[in-house]
């Protein structure tokens, strides 16, 4: 099943580089997640890093970076997942809001195809779901919300979700995870 949304910025953090920011989320396979992200804007004004080795990565969030974060709905603990188009890869399980991150090393590592144009960039990335699934003990539908960081070549960074909680921008927020999918 295809699950599609379209990303705005915070409004704390808007960015007129950028036209249209949508992204499509489906269940591949068993146990694969497909995450497509396609920006839509002048690129130029953008920075967007570029191709590194494909290898995991902290920090990637404090640049242009595509994420997604996964919970079910029994449990306080999520996934956080962070792809970064210059290929490099993060993933970190959390107790419960903000507590207790650790790497999820469980969580396979993700396929990333990068395809950038002066006017789109449109990120793919797959990558299995199993660690996650096993963890839980339940194959009950996840919620997830897919956001993005984009930083312009200013230095500033606007923050991408289809669903922003009140206050600062807040990935981690319980109130924004949006989309449902079923394994």
């Known amino acids: 099943m295809l699950t599609q949304a379209r990303l705005t910025a915070h409004p704390s953090t808007p960015c007129d580089a950028v036209l249209a920011f949508e992204v499509r989320v489906q269940v591949r396979e068993p146990d694969v997640?497909?995450?497509?992200?396609?920006?839509?804007?002048?690129?130029?004004?953008?920075?967007?890093?570029?191709?590194?080795?494909?290898?995991?990565?902290?920090?990637?969030?404090?640049?242009?970076?595509?994420?997604?974060?996964?919970?079910?709905?029994?449990?306080?603990?999520?996934?956080?997942?962070?792809?970064?188009?210059?290929?490099?890869?993060?993933?970190?399980?959390?107790?419960?809001?903000?507590?207790?991150?650790?790497?999820?090393?469980?969580?396979?590592?993700p396929t990333t195809r990068v395809a950038r144009e002066a006017a789109a960039l449109r990120v793919e990335v797959t990558i299995a779901v199993s660690a996650i699934q096993e963890a839980r003990h339940t194959r009950t539908p996840l919620r997830i919300t897919p956001v993005a960081v984009i930083e312009d070549i200013e230095g500033r960074v606007s923050y991408w979700a289809q669903r922003h909680p009140p206050g600062k921008p807040d990935f981690h927020h319980p109130d924004g995870f949006a989309l449902e999918i079923s394994p």
């Open 33 to 109: 997640l497909a995450i497509e992200y396609a920006l839509q804007g002048d690129l130029a004004r953008l920075s967007v890093p570029p191709p590194r080795t494909a290898q995991r990565a902290d920090e990637l969030w404090k640049h242009t970076c595509f994420e997604a974060f996964l919970v079910s709905d029994d449990s306080p603990g999520y996934y956080e997942l962070n792809f970064s188009p210059s290929g490099e890869w993060a993933a970190y399980r959390f107790c419960a809001y903000r507590t207790g991150m650790t790497p999820a090393d469980g969580v396979g590592v």
